[in-house]
């Protein structure tokens, strides 16, 4: 089986062109295949079944093979078993109804309601530049908005009394998404006793600066909600994604819906 893996690699270099690393990746596979068919007796190509192939794939899954890492090995040894098929060396290509295994669904951390309290209560001093981390924070977990959204936002972009945030887009139609009393009640305070110290003596239509009143960069967001983290020693390494999760899994579909309601309702 050694030799017939080294004619196929070769092939693949000189005929079909692949890179030194893609022709490496292929040998680990098939040298891996080679080792357990070796370990239960099948020294030959031409003796593998599509059986021993299936019984080889859940010796993979068993042995903690991520699905991500067995749909690799798929592929190399379809593409090995198709190059013996043409050359004669099987009669069957015994790949040939393998199916990639179902992609595994990553759990998507979030935060639980007494961690995203603790959380937002974490910029609790009344500086400009707490009353604005207090604002960013309650906004992007009131409303799922991601951190170019937020830092994108104008002031003229956000109406705090009724309640929704008019999120510009270049790809597709402007989208209004609406928050609820906490929000409000962080972006009115924000706007009121914060923005105008930031902001100094300098112009800026956007709605949320930093401490020279500039623009706010993804990286000062990220910083931000990572350090408050820290200080509300939650033990996620917390980040605008978990924030967004946090938003989805404690948000229902009827809550956005009231939302919606007694926004139109007050326009």
Avoid at 28 to 50: C, H, W
Avoid at 67 to 95: C, N, W
Avoid at 134 to 149: D, F, N, P
Avoid at 222 to 231: A, L, N, P
Wanted: hydrophobic share 35%; proline share 2%.
């Amino acid at each position: 089986m050694e030799k017939s893996i080294e004619q196929f690699l070769e092939f693949m270099k000189e005929t079909k062109g692949i890179s030194d690393n893609t022709v490496d990746s292929y040998r680990r596979d098939l040298y891996k295949m080679k080792k357990y068919f070796d370990s239960v007796g099948i020294k030959q190509i031409a003796q593998i079944s599509d059986i021993n192939m299936n019984s080889y794939l859940l010796w993979l899954e068993k042995t903690g093979c991520a699905s991500s890492t067995i749909s690799r090995y798929i592929s190399a040894m379809k593409t090995y078993f198709h190059y013996m098929l043409q050359m004669g060396s099987v009669k069957k290509d015994p790949t040939m109804l393998l199916k990639n295994p179902v992609k595994e669904k990553r759990i998507q951390p979030v935060l639980n309601n007494a961690q995203i309290n603790t959380l937002l209560k974490a910029p609790a001093k009344d500086s400009a530049k707490e009353i604005r981390d207090r604002a960013m924070l309650e906004l992007m977990y009131g409303t799922g908005l991601r951190v170019s959204e937020i830092i994108n936002l104008r002031v003229l972009d956000v109406n705090a009394n009724l309640g929704y945030v008019i999120v510009n887009s270049e790809k597709s139609k402007d989208k209004i998404v609406p928050f609820g009393d906490s929000v409000k009640k962080a972006i009115n305070y924000y706007l009121s006793f914060s923005r105008d110290k930031l902001l100094k003596e300098g112009r800026s239509e956007l709605l949320f600066l930093n401490c020279q009143g500039k623009a706010m960069s993804r990286q000062g967001f990220w910083k931000i909600i990572k350090s408050y983290g820290e200080q509300a020693k939650l033990s996620e390494n917390i980040t605008p994604r978990i924030l967004r999760n946090s938003y989805v899994a404690h948000t229902s579909n009827e809550d956005k819906n009231n939302m919606l309601l007694q926004m139109n309702k007050e326009l």
